[in-house]
């Protein structure tokens, strides 16, 4: 595990992002599938499966943080997320442009936005802090 936070930070959260974006996105794609384009369902099935997986990606691969804390944070984080895609995306949807498609708009400024949430706000680290915190 040494190894794997040798590896710059950024470029850590580049590469879980993208196994998290590509999951993220089927489960989307599914769901949207499934309810014939409906919104607030597809973006709600993405949260739920991307707050449990996309926590334990990014806290152990990226941030080498897991605690109750920086789950609630991340919780909250990820409703604020939500959000701001729901808002965009029923935007996009008004504006003619399929669900999908719509969707991959997003995530090109979802990804950046999410990195500074998450390393600004969620996995806080204090000085000296260096080890998965439990509290």
Do not use: D
């Not at 941030?63 to 701001?84: D, R, T």
């Not at 390393?119 to 000296?128: M, S």
């Amino acid at each position: 595990m040494n190894r794997i936070f040798a590896v710059p930070q950024i470029v850590r959260f580049l590469l879980v992002g993208v196994l998290n974006t590509a999951m993220g996105f089927a489960v989307f794609a599914v769901a949207a599938f499934l309810t014939q384009g409906n919104i607030a369902i597809s973006l709600a099935s993405n949260i739920v499966v991307g707050i449990f997986f996309n926590f334990l990606t990014y806290g152990l691969g990226v941030f080498n943080s897991l605690g109750k804390v920086q789950f609630l944070k991340f919780v909250l984080a990820y409703l604020s997320l939500y959000f701001i895609n729901y808002t965009a995306l029923s935007f996009l949807r008004g504006h003619g442009l399929n669900i999908y498609l719509a969707q991959l708009i997003n995530i090109v400024y979802l990804a950046p936005l999410s990195y500074l949430i998450f390393n600004r706000l969620v996995f806080v680290r204090r000085a000296g802090n260096v080890h998965v915190s439990r509290s």
